[in-house]
């Protein structure tokens, strides 16, 4: 199986940046490669439904964005590192949220965007103040 595990949540004041990291681990992600998995990153706040922010394809070359983080989120991915990146900037209160990635084998981010994946994280906390 493959495990995702979130890091680089934390508290920050309203106009800062943050990076998150999704690291994939498993000995062969079920027989496929980390590049044939897209990743995206979700956020669920408090009493509100799961919302979809970004995700990218298994190469790199495709990347979707919700409405309310263009120009403001950037998603990326090491494949060498197993590692998917969000890097936030220009943080909002507006953004506090448990933030997610799920990686899904079908290697598409469009599929993805749907919060249509095979493994889910366990999230990381991200607060901004002020």
């Known amino acids: 199986q493959v495990q995702l595990v979130e890091s680089g949540g934390g508290l920050v004041q309203a106009g800062g940046s943050l990076r998150l990291s999704c690291a994939a681990s498993?000995?062969?992600?079920?027989?496929?490669?980390?590049?044939?998995?897209?990743v995206g990153w979700f956020r669920q706040a408090p009493e509100k439904e799961r919302e979809f922010v970004a995700a990218i394809s298994g190469g790199g070359r495709s990347t979707y964005y919700a409405d309310s983080v263009k120009g403001q989120f950037t998603i990326s991915r090491d494949n060498a590192k197993n590692t998917v990146y969000l890097q936030m900037n220009s943080l909002k209160p507006e953004d506090t949220a448990v933030y997610s990635c799920a990686a899904d084998s079908s290697g598409s981010a469009f599929r993805i965007r749907l919060s249509k994946a095979d493994y889910w994280g366990q999230g990381t906390q991200v607060t901004v103040s002020s």
């Open positions: 498993g000995r062969s992600f079920t027989g496929r490669s980390f590049s044939s998995y897209a």
